[in-house]
């Protein structure tokens, strides 16, 4: 086998979109055919803060380096470290849900701004 046969993957056709019609489209699919919209940069700069104070807060041993105040005999500096794990959990879930839901909405942004060229000509 020459390895010709079997065409590398960026070089495989893509086919067409099904039309409103359960036939092929006019409008071909490429590579060039945008999937996602334009991006609002405001979730993933909220994201990226949330992912960092998670990150950040238990790596400063002077925010958290005192024996006082003790919860249950336990002093500060275990139960603080302790602490940000749930608090870690819930910011990095609300980093997730804010970058998920722009990419829906992204999404929903380009096959919305696909469809209005079903059966049409592209300008």
Do not use: H, K
Request: glycine share 10%; proline share 12%; aromatic share 12%.
């Amino acid at each position: 086998m020459s390895g010709q046969e079997n065409p590398a993957p960026d070089q495989r056709p893509i086919p067409a979109v099904p039309g409103a019609n359960g036939g092929r489209s006019r409008d071909q699919v490429t590579r060039d055919t945008p999937t996602r919209g334009p991006a609002r940069p405001l979730p993933y700069v909220i994201a990226g803060i949330l992912l960092a104070a998670a990150v950040v807060f238990p790596l400063l041993p002077q925010m958290y380096s005192f024996d006082s105040p003790r919860l249950g005999g336990m002093p500060f500096f275990y139960w603080y470290q302790l602490l940000w794990v749930p608090i870690s959990a819930i910011l990095s879930s609300f980093a997730y849900w804010l970058v998920t839901s722009e990419d829906r909405r992204r999404r929903r942004e380009a096959r919305a701004a696909g469809a209005g060229f079903e059966g049409g000509e592209r300008p």
